[in-house]
């Protein structure tokens, strides 16, 4: 008698191209739910934006800085069996931001709210009630767009018709400004609570109102630092999908995502490897996805034109700097904001003009972790929003100038001595995005964050145009920011099918 014929468990394979923050969680989730997840990455080192550059002693993180909803790590430890606290020290930073005004008088953001309202009290008496009513309506806008729609997929027309109502009841018609403008009359408080847009790519007099809700989640959680650098997060994520059984390739360009009909059947690599997937997540820049790693034919919905058309965000300068003396008087995180406020955002985001002027995010982490520079050091990056490679700046010619720039002004303004206390130094331009991370026309996150182009306007986490093809970072839904992308990966959950 024959013996009854077994059927082996064909395990389903997935493909993430790309480990920024959004691929890694992705790629955890997926492991979580049964796939062999093979995660490739251009680089020499994972982290996409997150990576880590180490030079002369010091260690600087080569982009996001800002932890600000720290469950959304826990939660991918934990889809592991661990706890993330084992592993990472994650450390609360105060003031959140000092924000400095180009007067030399500046404002420490902290979530405090009695600390808050003596702060707005010391620059307006009379704004202190309307800013109250900014932080009510800043949660309103939480409980809804992050609470209820920054892990839902946007799919279908009635998906997004569904929230139009109470879209139009927060007042998304808004621009973050306009609704801070709404609550607030000194024009200095204004810049301090509508700046936010910029750290994920929008000018804040264009950008929905959708992202006021930053001020609440930051209030909510607090703004937190791991000891190590971010870079330290991304090793955590590799250690996790290793664990699962996946695998983390480095040097791994992709040339091209390949198809079969309406369907992924994997990638191919730049040195012509071939891997078959059942599914494959692009990290990589939406735009870039679409215009360089899908074919032509299978494109319907994100066709050249189309993509030519968006609007995208600004790009930036990033000079990496380490100092043979400490600066004890700078924040772990500085807004320095310069003479201009409406005037400097229009020329970046709409005149795409590099102007004499700037406004300025200094990075110290050093002051939470002096582990990252040598004894008696301090670590630093600066970042100058500027305009994106349709300014048409030559960058191998300006960088140098700029940076001598921003080195004399940081010098006059919160770093006495800075010249002679340079230690090591290195650059990250428009360029770079452009060519080194694969961000279309340099923008440094993605697709604008302006309404038409926000949820159900962005490129899908499904696609449109191909059956097995995900998308999670900055350039799907909900954008950009660290909350932003490690949902993206949460929406996966929602539009995947199971592996088992």
């Excluded at 702060?119 to 309506?137: L, N």
């Excluded at 509508?194 to 909510?220: D, M, Q």
């Excluded at 997060?233 to 992709?254: D, H, S």
Aim: charged fraction near 25%; charge should be neutral.
């Amino acid at each position: 008698m024959l013996a009854p014929m077994v059927s082996e468990r064909v395990e389903r394979q997935a493909i993430v191209i790309g480990s920024g923050f959004g691929g890694l969680a992705a790629a955890v989730r997926l492991g979580a739910r049964g796939y062999r997840v093979t995660v490739l990455e251009k680089l020499d080192a994972p982290g996409g934006r997150a990576y880590v550059h180490r030079q002369d002693g010091f260690t600087f993180d080569a982009g996001p800085t800002v932890v600000t909803a720290p469950f959304l790590f826990e939660e991918l430890w934990s889809l592991c069996g661990k706890r993330m606290d084992d592993e990472i020290d994650m450390r609360p930073v105060t003031p959140f931001y000092r924000v400095r005004f180009d007067d030399g008088s500046h404002f420490d953001y902290t979530g405090d709210p009695a600390a808050m309202r003596r702060e707005v009290e010391r620059f307006s008496p009379g704004d202190v009630e309307g800013y109250e009513r900014f932080v009510r309506t800043s949660e309103a806008i939480f409980r809804v767009g992050f609470e209820q729609l920054a892990h839902v997929p946007f799919g279908s027309w009635s998906s997004m018709l569904r929230i139009v109502p109470e879209m139009i009841k927060l007042e998304s018609y808004r621009t973050v400004y306009g609704l801070v403008s709404k609550h607030v009359r000194d024009e200095r408080l204004r810049q301090v609570f509508s700046f936010h847009p910029l750290l994920v790519g929008g000018n804040p007099f264009s950008t929905t109102s959708i992202y006021s809700l930053i001020a609440f989640l930051e209030r909510k959680w607090g703004v937190h630092f791991p000891m190590g650098g971010t870079g330290a997060l991304v090793g955590g994520l590799v250690g996790l999908i290793e664990g699962q059984g996946g695998t983390v390739r480095c040097n791994a360009p992709v040339r091209r995502i390949t198809v079969a009909g309406r369907r992924v059947t994997g990638v191919e690599l730049e040195d012509g490897e071939r891997l078959a997937a059942d599914v494959v997540v692009s990290n990589a820049d939406a735009a870039w996805t679409y215009r360089n790693l899908v074919p032509p034919e299978a494109r319907r919905t994100w066709t050249d034109a189309r993509i030519d058309r968006a609007r995208y965000s600004m790009s930036l300068f990033v000079w990496y700097f380490g100092t043979k003396r400490k600066y004890e008087n700078v924040a772990h995180h500085t807004i320095l904001l310069g003479p201009r406020y409406r005037e400097l955002l229009a020329d970046i985001f709409e005149r795409k003009i590099l102007a004499e002027d700037f406004s300025l995010y200094l990075h110290r982490p050093t002051a939470t972790d002096p582990s990252l520079a040598p004894a008696g050091c301090d670590a630093f990056y600066v970042l100058s929003p500027v305009p994106h490679q349709q300014s048409g700046v030559d960058w191998s010619v300006q960088a140098e100038r700029y940076r001598k720039k921003i080195e004399a002004y940081l010098e006059r303004t919160v770093m006495p001595g800075l010249s002679g206390a340079l230690a090591t130094s290195r650059l990250l331009t428009p360029l770079d995005f452009e060519s080194r991370l694969n961000s279309f026309r340099g923008a440094a996150f993605s697709f604008e964050p302006v309404l038409t182009q926000s949820a159900f306007f962005r490129p899908h986490n499904r696609s449109e145009d191909l059956e097995g093809l995900y998308l999670v970072g900055a350039g799907t839904h909900p954008g950009a920011g660290m909350p932003g992308v490690l949902s993206s990966a949460r929406v996966l959950d929602s539009v995947v099918p199971d592996a088992r």
